[in-house]
């Protein structure tokens, strides 16, 4: 399910911003995109992520501004003694004495200067968990409203697909006549005048019944959509739970058409196949 949350922190070392991005997703793909400093806390920031998403890929950004220099400048006082006898030694060389070398000649020397930088990752630790604590509340809201639209529109669909079972729920009565007629139609056609035995017919009646009956299929289908409606009303995580009752709606839809010799059920089925992939199509985007 899409989301966006964002906030930012300043002291007066720095400015630290977290952005946090999803994107529909089967699984819970997390991607970082921080300095290498805050590397130590990836680990503490997907634990952060996993409470509030269990399914989308999730993009965690991190932005530090440096508001104050964090460098330190080290002199080594060995080598510029160091530097300074050699200098001598030159001067005493060339036959000169008292040689003149001023401060560029030092600070230019390899080793007498050294700049390093303070990057301890535990000063961010506070600023940058407030501030992601603060994305995810945000993610968290934008992901709860689509959500509410989301639930909307699978409930339409879901009754939709109702609308549809009812109607094959009303022609299923007429099945048994249908066959019955069908049959009686071709015991007569081909045994015309000599009659035919009514036991016989009413066996073979039995036997296209339970080929074409649908009767199962429909309580299934029934049922399944009541589990589906409840999954609905739930404030949890049901996407994995809706996408198996879905591939199990499926395979009911599927035998139902198989089994249909009515010209009216095999629309409703065609119907209700077009809902249930609108379905399926949106609970990929839901957690």
């Known amino acids: 399910m899409t989301g966006y949350g964002t906030h930012e922190i300043q002291n007066e070392q720095f400015q630290l911003a977290v ?37 989308g890929h999730v993009e965690v950004s991190i932005r530090v501004k440096q508001l104050s220099s964090d460098m330190q400048v080290m002199v080594d006082d060995q080598a510029v003694l160091r530097y300074k006898t050699a200098f001598d030694e030159i001067a ?19 080793g007498v200067l050294t700049s390093l930088r303070q990057n301890d990752s535990e000063i961010y630790r506070r600023p940058l968990f407030e501030a992601l604590g603060r994305a995810l509340e945000q993610l968290c ?30 022609h299923a009565d007429e099945l048994e006549t249908m066959v019955k007629n069908n049959l009686r139609s071709r015991f007569e056609e081909m045994l015309g005048a000599q009659g035919y035995d009514e036991g016989r017919f009413l066996q073979e009646v039995a036997v ?45 839809i599927n035998t139902i058409g198989s089994k249909s010799q ?26």
Request: hydrophobic letters at 40%.
């Open 19 to 55: 952005e946090v991005k999803s994107y529909n997703n089967r699984f819970l793909d997390i991607v970082h995109n921080i300095p290498y400093y805050l590397s130590p806390f990836e680990i503490e920031i997907d634990e952060q992520v996993k409470k509030v998403a269990s399914r």
């Open 92 to 110: 005493k060389v060339i036959g000169g004495k008292n040689l003149p070398y001023d401060m560029s000649d030092f600070i230019q020397a390899e």
């Open 141 to 170: 809201s934008s992901k709860t409203r689509e959500g509410e639209a989301t639930r909307g529109d699978l409930r339409r669909m879901a009754d939709r697909l109702s609308a549809g079972l009812d109607v094959v729920k009303n």
């Open 262 to 287: 009515m010209v009216e059920i095999n629309l409703q089925v065609v119907a209700m196949k077009d809902s249930l992939e609108n379905i399926r199509e949106q609970i990929r985007n839901i957690e």
């Open 208 to 252: 296209m019944l339970v080929k074409y009956s649908v009767n199962e299929e429909l309580v299934r289908l029934s049922t399944h959509l009541v589990e589906f409606d409840k999954l609905l009303k739930l404030d949890e995580p049901v996407g994995k739970r809706m996408d198996f009752l879905c591939q199990e709606m499926n395979r009911e």
